[in-house]
T-cell receptor, first 114, second 118 residues
Framework: DAMVIQNPRYQVTQFGKPVTLSCSQT?????MYWYQQKSSQAPKLLFH???????NEADTPDNFQSRRPNTSFCFLDIRSPGLGDAAMYLC?????????????FGPGTRLTVT | GQQLNQSPQSMFIQEGEDVSMNCTSS?????WLWYKQDPGEGPVLLIA?????ELTSNGRLTAQFGITRKDSFLNISASIPSDVGIYFC??????????????????FGKGTKLSVKP
């Protein structure tokens, strides 16, 4: 059974039109991460939640926001998508900060910006 | 900031061949991990290494945590067609007071793309 679920798998949005990607997990893990992965590149961490504590990476643009309403769900909001935001967005979880090295990834959402 | 150098960038395999790839860093890492990513999917954890010198196997895969804590390699023996994909090394560095990002998170290498020889 899938443990980290991302919906939708494919998302098309228009330039400047806000979009929300969702992630849910059945592992009851405390930490949830959002990564951006562009073609032929490594995943790049955008931010993570430790429980309700939000941690932004220093170079994550303000255009990217996140919400975690409860343990199971985490959302990535892109307020005004640009063409350069087209990428695969990966959600991951880890049991807690001490085990942040052991991350479980979802299948990703492929975002296209037209 | 901390970076991982992963090589080779790409390689072609013939079924039955052994494959080797490695990652190096200029700084010390506490943990090394190897992930495999198939097209259109998220990375899947293959092997995790926690101690310098540790050698761990997972089926036909073997990985080692370098003694200096600055490198790791992954070997795949007797490759099969389903081994194709992108392999990423990842590590958890020791905390760096000069690093502007959040501490304790994973740093990823740029990946090694395995393809089948035409």
């Amino acid at each position: 059974d899938a443990m980290v679920i991302q919906n939708p798998r494919y998302q098309v949005t228009q330039f400047g039109k806000p979009v929300t990607l969702s992630c849910s997990q059945t592992l009851n893990h405390n930490v949830m991460y959002w990564y951006q992965q562009k073609s032929s590149q490594a995943p790049k961490l955008l931010f993570h939640y430790y429980d309700k504590d939000f941690n932004n990476e220093a170079d994550t643009p303000d255009n990217f926001q996140s919400r975690r309403p409860n343990t199971s769900f985490c959302f990535l909001d892109i307020r005004s998508p640009g063409l350069g935001d087209a990428a695969m967005y990966l959600c991951a979880t880890s049991r807690d900060r001490a085990t942040s090295y052991e991350q479980y990834f979802g299948p990703g959402t492929r975002l296209t910006v037209t | 900031g901390q970076q991982l150098n992963q090589s080779p960038q790409s390689m072609f395999i013939q079924e039955g061949e052994d494959v080797s790839m490695n990652c190096t860093s200029s700084s010390i890492f506490n943990t090394w991990l190897w992930y495999k990513q198939d097209p259109g999917e998220g990375p899947v954890l293959l092997i995790a290494l926690y101690k310098a010198g540790e050698l761990t196997s997972n089926g036909r895969l073997t990985a080692q945590f370098g003694i200096t804590r600055k490198d790791s390699f992954l070997n795949i023996s007797a490759s099969i067609p389903s081994d194709v994909g992108i392999y990423f090394c990842a590590g958890q560095p020791t905390p760096d007071p000069n690093y502007g990002g959040s501490q304790g998170n994973l740093i990823f290498g740029k990946g090694t793309k395995l393809s089948v020889k035409p």
